[in-house]
Structure formats: structure tokens, C-alpha cells
Nanobody
Framework: QRPLVESGGGLVQAGGSRRLSCAAS?????MGWFRQAPGKKREFVAA????????LYAESVKGRFTISRDNAKTTLYLQMYSLKPEDTGVYSC?????????????????WGVGTQVTVSS
């Protein structure tokens, strides 16, 4: 059983919006979203603390994306607005045992397989 399962990816036009979800079946505290564009390294997108009280964003998405979590449903969300073609990539959910936020891949113990988001111009 995979601990993290993403959903919500798809094709969207530039300027549009999309919401990604990540269902957690295991114990995770801090969580985050990362993305990987074709031919590029995976990069940090957003992170949220275990309580949901602290968030962290990459500069490239600040003001356009919102990370949130529903601890009762053990679900993580990424609401994306004003999408740009450069937002295209595989978006992966990550979980960590620490309650704090982290922008580093090495800070996460659990990973989903990802969901593809394609933004057309």
C-alpha cells in the first residue's frame, strides 16, 4: 500500500486553475509538493507544517498556489491559479516525520508517484 497517492492532474489552459490532492495512508507530519518538468531536476513547490499553521512556497509560485491540509481526512491539497506553461510537470506529494516545513527533498521520507499537470499556451 502506497503511503501517498496524488490525484487531480490533467490538461489545463494557461491562466486556468487546478487543484491537486494527496491522500495519506501512513503517518506523516510535515508535507510538501514538488514538481519535475521534462529534462529538469525535481524542484520544490510548497510545504506545510504538521498543524497547517506554517507554509512555505517557492518564489515562482508564491501568490498563485496555495497549499493546505485536512488532517481529519489526512489529505493534502495544492490549489493552483493563474497557471503558466512553465508550471507543466509531474507534481509529487511528499511527507516527513518532522512537523516543520522543509524545501529540501532530503527532508522527506515518503513520496507519491506523482500526477501530471500540463499547461497549454
Amino acid at each position: 500500500q502506497r503511503p501517498l497517492v496524488e490525484s487531480g492532474g490533467g490538461l489545463v489552459q494557461a491562466g486556468g486553475s487546478r487543484r491537486l490532492s494527496c491522500a495519506a495512508s501512513g503517518r506523516t507530519a510535515g508535507m510538501g509538493w514538488f514538481r519535475q518538468a521534462p529534462g529538469k531536476k525535481r524542484e520544490f513547490v510548497a510545504a506545510i507544517s504538521g498543524s497547517g499553521g506554517e507554509t512555505l512556497y517557492a518564489e515562482s509560485v508564491k501568490g498563485r498556489f496555495t497549499i493546505s491540509r485536512d488532517n481529519a481526512k489526512t489529505t493534502l491539497y495544492l490549489q493552483m491559479y493563474s497557471l503558466k506553461p512553465e508550471d507543466t510537470g509531474v507534481y509529487s506529494c511528499a511527507g516527513r516525520l518532522s512537523t516543520s516545513t522543509s524545501s529540501q527533498e532530503s527532508g522527506y521520507e515518503y513520496w507519491g508517484v506523482g500526477t501530471q499537470v500540463t499547461v497549454s499556451s
